[in-house]
């Protein structure tokens, strides 16, 4: 079995894909560079990412797949999901190797599978457009924690950045440890120290005057929205997964 380390980095994914084509051996699994080695292991190789590396197999790629299929491609790296990584390594190797390869081949259960775990990258980012919850804060900054299950913070920038021009703002991945923090002209990379990833230490500190009452006046809202006879959670759940709960203000005693 052919094993291949590498740093779990879109950039070290795509040097593993020039490692394999200038040894002329593909890996049978992907692994992190701290990961245990599997009970069966063969041969194994340490990828080395490198810029220069990487471009060429992106330039490779953009050379035989139009824009959209790049874009699922990203996505699907985004998603974090077991075994992504492997399924786009699977992918390229076909972009490269198959006379004739068509992106839009559904048939193909490699290509279906990216489609699909692209798909969920996308729609968890849809609905956390519509429910990333601000909150004011003393400074004049609002603020919101997100734990999405999928990396999708730099999908939901362009929306916020459009309908909240002007104003300053932090949205931020607790899950993941990083934010994107918006002075009013420009989005800027954020990071907290690690005390402050949890949801209650990011959204308790030194809330505006005024904004308890506007989280009591949404939950008042809500509440009075709700008709106990037409309860189907079974519906919220699908539209308002469980795990988005944690940084709601209506879900919160």
């Known amino acids: 079995m052919q094993i291949f380390y590498y740093d779990k980095t879109f950039d070290g994914l795509l040097s593993a894909v020039f490692d394999a084509y200038a040894r002329k051996t593909f890996p049978d699994r992907l692994l992190a560079e701290e990961a245990a080695a599997p009970l069966l292991a063969g041969v194994s190789h340490w990828v080395e990412s490198g810029a220069e590396k990487s471009l060429r197999v992106y330039k490779g790629l953009r050379a035989k797949l139009s824009r959209r299929a790049l874009d699922v491609l990203k996505l699907a790296w985004l998603s974090e999901e077991p075994g992504s990584d492997e399924l786009i390594f699977r992918y390229i190797r076909k972009v490269f190797d198959a006379s004739g390869f068509m992106e839009t081949d559904l048939g193909d259960p490699d290509i279906f599978a990216l489609r699909q775990t692209a798909n969920k ?28 299950k999928h990396n999708c913070l730099t999908l939901l920038l362009p929306h916020f950045m459009d309908r909240f ?17 918006f002075d009013g002209r420009a989005c800027h990379e954020a990071f907290l120290p690690e005390e402050g990833h949890t949801a209650d230490r990011l959204l308790g500190e030194l809330p505006a005057e005024d904004e308890q009452w506007f ?3 949404w939950k008042g809202y809500f509440k009075a929205l709700s008709i106990k006879e037409r309860e189907n959670p079974k519906l919220q759940r699908r539209c308002m997964p469980r795990h988005f709960w944690p940084y709601l203000t209506e879900k919160q005693e």
């Not at 956390?128 to 999405?148: C, D, H, K, S, W």
């Not at 021009?165 to 923090?181: H, K, M, T």
Request: glycine share 12%.
């Open 121 to 148: 990258v996308v729609s968890e980012a849809h609905l956390l457009r519509g429910m990333a919850r601000f909150r004011n804060t003393a400074q004049g900054v609002y603020v919101a924690a997100i734990g999405p």
């Open 215 to 217: 989280q009591a006046l």
């Open 165 to 181: 021009y002007g104003l300053q703002w932090l949205i931020y991945d607790v899950q993941r440890g990083y934010g994107a923090f």
